[in-house]
């Protein structure tokens, strides 16, 4: 789990192929102390999981689902990389929760200049922004952010020069594809809504799973 609070800005080291797959080496974050091999992060909102550490860097491991599903596939040397280590049970959750699985691709379709700020607006699979609402919550390349304006097929956001400078939106352009993972809520409200109310064989309180003594 993470929260869409990107912790840097990253640049990848390498890429390489390994059949239909990638194993992809980016810079390991400064202040991020020691990691354990297993161990979850974030890249551009793809929760993968760390593979090594050779050589000084972070590496891991893309099949051929991730890379057709998300930007990952687009990554070369010297690109930047948005990364998030999976959330700590006792921090402040200060973004909401991102699960790290990314549902769609999205394109950067307009922006719009007011001073230091931006307005981005993202064209969108329809079957996501089904799932958005103005003021509620969308993870683009995983950073965690408001929506302002939702359509059929689109969906507007409005950053901060913070934000700009320290993540890769602030180098996104027109015609740049991003990771979006809409807010997990929003996915439950519309599957109840898609099955007429019924669970559909949801785990949990609202549709509980046969006991396997049964």
């Not at 929760?97 to 607006?121: C, L």
């Not at 952010?145 to 689109?154: F, G, K, N």
């Not at 409005?158 to 400078?165: A, D, E, G, N, S």
Request: net charge negative; aromatic share 6%.
């Amino acid at each position: 789990m993470f929260t869409g609070l990107v912790e840097g800005l990253v640049k990848v080291r390498s890429v390489v192929p390994e059949g239909t797959a990638r194993r992809l080496c980016v810079e390991p974050l400064p202040q991020a102390g020691d990691v354990v091999l297993g161990e979850s992060i974030a890249l551009n909102g793809c929760c993968l999981t760390l593979v090594s550490t050779a050589d000084g860097g972070w590496w891991f491991q893309a099949g051929a689902e991730t890379l057709a599903r998300t930007n990952l596939g687009e990554l070369r040397p010297g690109d930047p990389v948005n990364v998030e280590r999976a959330l700590p049970a006792n921090a402040r959750l200060g973004g909401h929760f991102v699960q790290g699985h990314i549902d769609g691709v999205g394109q950067v379709e307009r922006i719009d200049v007011d001073g230091e700020w931006r307005t981005f607006w993202f064209a969108a699979p329809p079957e996501l922004c089904r799932g958005m609402v103005s003021k509620g919550s969308i993870a683009v390349d995983g950073v965690s952010l408001t929506l302002v304006a939702v359509e059929a097929a689109r969906f507007s956001v409005m950053l901060i020069p913070h934000t700009l400078q320290v993540t890769t939106l602030g180098v996104r352009t027109v015609g740049s594809r991003v990771n979006l993972e809409t807010d997990i809520l929003g996915k439950y409200v519309q599957r109840l809504l898609e099955t007429g109310g019924s669970s559909g064989g949801l785990p949990g309180p609202l549709g509980r799973l046969p006991d396997a003594r049964s």
